[in-house]
Nanobody
């Protein structure tokens, strides 16, 4: 069972920034599409951003384009999500996930492994 460990959530004011991190095993990181999802209270889990397996193409949800940036450090087996210009509607639990041999475009149901989630809260 792959283990994904997120960190970096917190409480910020609107317009602020946070950087989330997700550490995975070397094997999982090398063969998986790595993505970020989020779930707000009373809402379904939604896609935020992802890398294709092997670190190729990146994909973003429309609502985070130009504000969030997904990146990865292969040497550290770590996935990042830099979040700038945060809005109150970005408040959610953010999850890191791995989809073995995925393209980065699959829905949440296709992802094989999930982290425990990290809370992001943005005040107005």
């Amino acid at each position: 069972q792959a283990e994904l460990v997120e960190s970096g959530g917190g409480f910020v004011q609107a317009g602020g920034s946070l950087r989330l991190s997700c550490v995975a095993s070397e094997h999982t990181f090398s063969i998986s599409a790595m993505g970020w999802f989020r779930q707000a209270p009373g809402k379904e889990r939604e896609f935020v951003a992802a890398f294709a397996a092997g670190g190729g193409n990146t994909y973003y949800a429309d609502f985070v384009k130009a504000r969030f940036t997904i990146s990865r450090d292969t040497a550290k087996n770590t996935l990042y999500l830099q979040m700038n210009s945060l809005k109150p509607e970005d408040t959610a639990i953010y999850y890191c996930a791995a989809d073995r041999w995925g393209s980065g475009t699959e829905p949440a149901s296709s992802y094989d492994y999930w982290g425990q989630g990290t809370q992001v809260s943005v005040s107005s």
